[in-house]
């Protein structure tokens, strides 16, 4: 049963959280790889959605952070249950597909499965990204608020592209984080969920911030976590995130599935919104709707 008074709040928190993902990223891909020194340059404080960037993209444009989160979403409706391979199979035909962008150790991982039926790569020390941690939300929709299963699906599905200490632990940070906001924890709380991780891996700590929002995983939850604790509302998050530059589309996509989460649709801004696919934002609803309707919080 929903540990929650209220479950129709879990399932709005939920949505939001998908849609907050999906408009960080967008927001976030105008200005990947810029550095916070050139976004300021060119745009005093980056707020609009433009689309363009190194990707050209059209405005409200996702790119592989959104897809790759509703391919696992896709897998799991359509298998009707947790399957890694059938995750692979999304995660190949997806790549098949030629999508915008795709990160080198993804698809080294997507192409490993498609030669050889790889399902877990082995242990790479180097292979630090955050690939795995950016398409964590429909794992923590689904397993809410199991945190046992949260960090059995955490690790199969990071592990089909990406074997590391510290994206592993990145993820179940992130899915953690997500399972305390669906049940409507305060910042304070969450902070502690995140002292606990930099207690274990110092080098997540980001106090004092220093800046970095590479595509190293550790910069990003620094990134991730200096703005979201420092933010007043998700537009102030956002803002705050996609403004570092660096993997723009990665922070901002894992921000706005966190803040999404925490302040609710309505704090989404509307200028934004209407910017995106009508198409794409009634497939994320769905998609976390059906997710969350099939956790263990919310079965009989």
């Not at 939920?14 to 408009?23: D, E």
Request: proline share 4%; with cysteine.
């Amino acid at each position: 049963m929903i540990l929650t008074d209220d479950p129709a709040d879990v399932r709005e928190r939920a949505q939001a959280a998908f849609i907050g993902m999906a408009v960080g990223d967008a927001l976030g891909a105008t200005v990947e790889f810029m550095t916070a020194t050139e976004i300021a340059a060119k745009y005093g404080v980056f707020k609009e959605m433009t689309g363009g960037g190194w990707l050209r993209l059209k405005p409200g444009q996702v790119t592989d952070d959104t897809e790759m989160a509703l391919c696992i979403a896709r897998a799991v409706l359509k298998n009707q249950s947790w399957s890694r391979e059938a995750i692979a199979q999304e995660f190949a035909a997806w790549l098949k597909s030629r999508p915008v962008d795709c990160g080198d150790t993804c698809r080294k991982g997507i192409r490993s499965y498609m030669l050889h039926g790889t399902l877990e790569v082995p242990y790479n020390q180097w292979d630090g990204g955050n690939g795995a941690a950016m398409r964590m939300l429909p794992v923590a929709l689904l397993s809410f608020p199991d945190a046992e299963l949260l960090k059995k699906y955490a690790l199969e599905q990071a592990h089909l592209t990406h074997n590391q200490a510290l994206s592993d632990a990145a993820c179940i940070c992130l899915g953690n984080l997500l399972h305390l906001i669906l049940q409507g924890a305060s910042k304070s709380r969450l902070r502690r969920e995140v002292d606990g991780l930099v207690a274990r891996f110092p080098g997540f700590n980001f106090v004092p911030y220093r800046g970095l929002a590479t595509g190293y995983v550790v910069d990003t939850l620094q990134t991730v976590f200096h703005w979201f604790f420092k933010g007043t509302g998700f537009e102030d998050c956002l803002v705050g995130t996609v403004n570092q530059g660096g993997d723009a589309d990665t922070t901002g996509a894992i921000c706005g599935m966190l803040a999404g989460a925490y302040y609710g649709r309505e704090a989404i801004p509307k200028r934004w919104l209407k910017k995106m696919d009508p198409k794409l934002l009634r497939q994320l609803e769905q998609s976390a709707d059906q997710l969350i309707m099939a956790s263990p919080a919310f079965r009989q």
